[in-house]
């Protein structure tokens, strides 16, 4: 089973996580399953597949608008501020309600796409495509990616 895919079940069977893009590391429940970008690496991050830019980003769009418009829970509420911004209950439209998945499971989906793509170095910063900053979504310019997320320098 991937690292990405063990997250997955693992929230939705109601374990709680975090997720640090900066210092590369997933914690699962009590488990540090990524720690400064060191895991086991017996184990494959996400599955094999030709990624490029284009696909990583259509991918996070669509991945950010089922987080931004996700249910609320106290659980998800309680959480520490989160990299990226979603509604809250009384400003998801009736018709996004209908199909919108737990918060929790939401964020993981996303932040956990993400980190995995940066560690297994699949998104790599391209400044004439990105920015030099940071990368803003034409499509929703809520969603924003900082350019040290992706190339930490501390690590």
């Known amino acids: 089973m ?3 895919k063990e997250l997955l079940e693992r929230v939705e069977s109601g374990e709680s996580f975090s997720i640090d893009f900066e210092k590369r590391t997933m914690k699962i429940g009590k488990q ?5 970008g060191e895991y086991d690496t017996t184990r494959e991050l996400i599955v094999n597949f030709p990624f490029d830019l284009d696909w990583i980003f259509n991918v996070t769009e669509t991945l950010y608008c089922n987080y931004k ?3 609320p829970s106290e659980r998800s509420e309680n959480k520490r501020k989160g990299y990226f911004k979603a509604y809250s209950m009384d400003k998801i439209p009736d018709e996004k309600l209908f199909k919108a998945e737990r918060r929790e499971l939401a964020q ?3 932040e956990g796409l993400i980190l995995c793509m940066i560690l297994k170095g699949c998104f790599q910063w391209d400044e004439e495509k990105l920015g030099k900053w940071f990368w803003q979504s034409e499509n929703d310019p809520d969603l924003v990616i900082l350019r040290s997320w992706v190339e930490n320098k501390n690590i």
């Open 108 to 110: 993981a989906r996303l």
């Open 2 to 4: 991937t690292i990405y």
């Open 32 to 36: 540090k399953i990524i720690d400064n």
């Open 69 to 71: 418009y996700s249910l």
